[in-house]
């Protein structure tokens, strides 16, 4: 299990503009790993979180906070998988 994407939503919605995000209530389409999921499943959720990203009302703020998010932080982001490698 990782940690999921929408906490950190949460922890940054109230300041950062992100009221209104696509994913709320979503869980855990864009977390990083599902337990029991197999690696297909996991490639399709992924795809679909990233449909949610491309028609979400905050999107261009969710990706001006990818810099600020931690370099270890996984899921899909604004439209972007995060590996825990960083961002760039
Ligand atoms: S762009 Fe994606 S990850 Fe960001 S708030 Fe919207 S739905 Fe959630």
């Known amino acids: 299990m990782t940690a ?3 906490a950190l939503l949460a922890a940054l919605a109230p300041a950062e503009g992100m009221a209104g995000a696509a ?3 979503l869980a855990p ?3 990083s ?3 029991g999921e197999s690696g297909e499943d996991r490639e399709a959720r992924h795809d679909r979180a990233r ?3 491309e028609h979400c ?3 261009t703020v ?4 990818l810099d600020s998010l931690p370099p270890q932080t996984v899921g899909v982001w604004a439209g972007v ?3 825990g490698r960083g961002h760039g």
């Open 23 to 25: 994913c709320t209530g």
């Open 62 to 65: 969710c990706r001006a906070s």
């Open 51 to 53: 449909a949610v990203c």
């Open 81 to 83: 998988l995060l590996t």
């Open 4 to 6: 999921p994407v929408l």
């Open 57 to 59: 009302r905050v999107l």
């Open 29 to 31: 389409l864009h977390d």
């Open 33 to 35: 790993d599902v337990d």
